[in-house]
């Protein structure tokens, strides 16, 4: 092997050796909880985790949004986590309405009318509506 080649391959192993200490160092500080400043504040990186709580001994959900957080219980997690199914499907069937209406050659603003008035039909019919499934009677 020539110098120049075993200098390139040395060269090529210092990289590697120095990639994989700082992957480690990222590795033990992710095991710590810790998350790099980058990615915390990437509005469009959500950081999902369960912690203890050392005060209270419970499991809680801490939620980081760029540089947002909070610390939900599992009841108040599973209640956003149906809220936000809720919304996409709302959202989903507000674009297929959109399409619907436009696609049939009616302009525009008739959609955006309707789903207006979509809306608050959908807004009025939840208020009605029990959030907590106790509060359902079942007597008729």
């Known amino acids: 092997m020539t110098e120049e080649a075993f200098n390139k391959v040395q060269d090529e192993?210092?990289?590697?050796?120095a990639q994989v200490t700082d992957l480690q160092k990222q590795l033990a500080e992710a095991l710590e909880g810790k998350v790099p400043e980058t990615q915390i504040a990437d509005p469009?990186?959500?950081?999902?985790?369960?912690?203890?709580s050392h005060r209270t001994?419970?499991?809680?959900?801490?939620?980081?949004?760029?540089?947002?957080?909070?610390?939900?219980?599992?009841a108040q997690t599973?209640?956003?986590?149906?809220?936000?199914?809720s919304m996409a499907?709302?959202?989903?069937?507000?674009g297929a309405i959109y399409q619907f209406i436009v696609g049939n050659d009616?302009?525009?603003?008739?959609?955006?009318?309707?789903?207006a008035q979509w809306r608050a039909f959908r807004e009025e019919r939840s208020s009605e509506c029990p959030e907590n499934p106790s509060e359902i009677s079942t007597k008729h």
């Open 106 to 115: 009616a302009p525009p603003e008739l959609a955006f009318g309707l789903l």
């Open 57 to 74: 001994h419970t499991g809680l959900v801490n939620l980081r949004w760029g540089n947002l957080s909070a610390q939900l219980t599992p």
């Open 78 to 85: 599973r209640a956003h986590a149906l809220n936000l199914l």
């Open 89 to 94: 499907d709302a959202a989903d069937m507000e």
């Open 44 to 52: 469009a990186t959500i950081w999902i985790e369960t912690i203890l």
């Open 13 to 17: 192993l210092t990289r590697v050796r």
